[in-house]
């Protein structure tokens, strides 16, 4: 499948500083709170534009790695977590930082984050040609059920509003309609500007709805500095916290198995995976009570599991053309500016591609545990960057890459029009993703729709003889559904909650 000459052509000098550099711009981006990875991501796509497919991939998977695992410094040292992948961190790496014990605490959690981003690579590895090949039996029928499939995960749990989530979705597709039509040249949703023609570019919507959303909701903040903990993290500490970790391999294993497995469900990644395997490993404990009072278990189970679900959430990316989570919606966007479209013929028509992203992501966890070995006292002083001097600059990157991308004013518009609508979404309680992953996945969507009705005598017969689209499309109802339950469960729950403590004051 590989030739030999594509994995030496990997191997450059270039390719390795643009690996470390990714790391390195990955893990402080991670570090400071506000700046997640999905906008590190964001803020780079446009610069890859300028490279070969091949080091954009490899800058992109780098970044993508530090960003996940350079939330943990803050979750240690602020009890804020970097990004929401390191949520749980902060449960038991800040009270064990408060106790005089930083530098524990980081090596813990960086170690974890290593040997989980390790147990991902294989994963991914070993899963992906599998799924790859499997995925080639689809047709129209079966791409768009995946599509239903994928939004019905995200709307699912979009939040406490089932609806609000399943109309940021439809706004989404909506959007993806604007423009000519690829199948019949049909002008749709323009309003009489020729700028819209073409449809909404997506990488302006992109970066406008993660970024400028970000940014409004932090500008209250802007002014106020960072508490941070003293940390004295020495390489022989770590060290022998790495040698103690042979006690810990079950929970690194149970907790990378929850974050890989959790990376796969399109739309959900490393920021709900941290979540479950903690409560797992508090389940799982001889002493639960001494969960959130700085036990290390704590700290290997969310970080062996955030990052282990970057490689799960590259998995469907690579053999389905399904991001994972936002960061790789990102990482999509990526390859279809370079003109390459993830999903089964991936592996056979752009092998080289999968291979170059396989080692990157071996190489960038390597560079990932030994800069922040070496250098996490420079990711601490990074939390110490004024945001009023940040956020400018990272608005003004923004704006360039907007541009770049097709030397049009009209992207900057956009970005600026999208960004504002991102952050009243957010104000009103309207998730962004099924909005960012309709628009992604709406023009696919419909175009599938029409051939496999086309392929029905215009009917939707064909479905009924594709048990595979049929299986997606009962998931997705199955998924709707029960989430439908489970909300009205939860309200009911919460209003018998009420009724006594009301008796009680009257």
């Known amino acids: ?9 990997i191997f450059t000098p270039f390719n390795f500083l643009l690996m470390f550099l990714g790391v390195f711009g990955g893990l ?3 570090a400071m709170p506000g700046l997640t990875s999905t906008m590190a991501v964001a803020l780079l796509v446009p610069i890859t534009f300028g490279m070969d497919v091949e080091q954009g991939l490899v800058m992109l998977v780098a970044v993508y790695i530090g960003s996940i695992s350079g939330g943990l410094v803050s979750a240690a040292l602020l009890n804020i977590p970097g990004t929401p992948s390191s949520v749980a961190t902060t449960f038991d790496a800040f009270p064990m930082a408060q106790r005089g014990e930083a530098g524990k605490a980081l090596g813990y959690a960086v170690f974890a984050s290593f040997l989980g981003s390790l147990l991902s690579f294989f994963a991914l590895a070993l899963i992906s040609p599998i799924l790859g090949a499997f995925a080639l039996r689809f047709g129209p029928c079966e791409y768009f059920s995946l599509v239903v499939f994928t939004l019905s995960c995200i709307i699912s749990i979009s939040g406490k509003s089932l609806t609000k989530g399943l109309i940021s979705a439809c706004i989404g597709m909506l959007m993806a309609m ?4 690829e199948t019949d040249s049909v002008t749709r949703f323009t309003f009489g500007i020729s700028a819209l023609q073409s449809g909404f570019a997506m990488m302006p919507v992109l970066i406008g709805m993660y970024a400028i959303s970000q940014i409004l909701r932090d500008v209250t903040d802007i002014k106020k500095p960072f508490k941070i903990i003293n940390a004295n993290f020495t390489v022989r500490e770590f060290l022998g916290i790495a040698a103690r970790f042979r006690h810990s391999v079950k929970n690194v294993v149970r907790s990378s198995l929850i974050g890989i497995g959790v990376g796969i469900l399109p739309g959900i990644g490393p920021g709900l995976s941290n979540i479950v395997a903690y409560s797992q490993a508090k389940s799982a404990s001889p002493d639960p009570d001494s969960f959130g009072k700085g036990n290390p278990d704590g700290i290997i189970a969310s970080e062996s599991a955030n990052n282990a679900a970057t490689g799960g959430a590259m998995i469907p990316l690579l053999t389905l053309g399904i991001p994972g989570d936002a960061t790789t919606m990102m990482m999509l966007g990526a390859f279809m500016i370079h003109g390459v479209q993830p999903g089964p013929l991936l592996m ?9 992203i396989l080692c990157a992501y071996f190489i960038s966890n390597i560079f990932m545990l030994l800069l922040q070995v070496y250098f996490i006292r420079v990711l601490i002083r990074a939390l110490m960057i004024p945001r009023f001097i940040l956020y400018p600059i990272i608005l003004g990157l923004c704006v360039i890459g907007s541009y770049a991308l097709n030397s049009s004013m009209t992207d900057v518009w956009v970005f600026f029009g999208t960004g504002m609508v991102g952050y009243a979404f957010s104000r009103l309680g309207f998730p962004l993703l099924p909005l960012v992953l309709g628009l992604m996945l709406g023009g696919m969507a419909e175009s599938q729709l029409r051939v496999s009705i086309v392929m029905g005598n215009n009917t939707l017969a064909g479905y009924l003889d594709r048990p595979i689209a049929l299986f997606f499309l009962a998931v997705s109802a199955l ?19 009420a009724q006594p403590a ?5």
């Open 1 to 9: 499948m590989f030739e030999f000459s594509q994995i030496v052509d």
């Open 28 to 30: 402080v981006v991670g």
């Open 178 to 181: 604007v423009g000519l039509s």
């Open 348 to 356: 056979r028509d752009h092998s080289h591609l999968v291979l170059i």
């Open 479 to 497: 998924s709707v559904a029960w989430s439908l339950y489970s909300k009205r469960k939860a309200r009911l729950r919460d209003c018998a909650k």
């Open 502 to 506: 009301t008796a009680e004051n009257m």
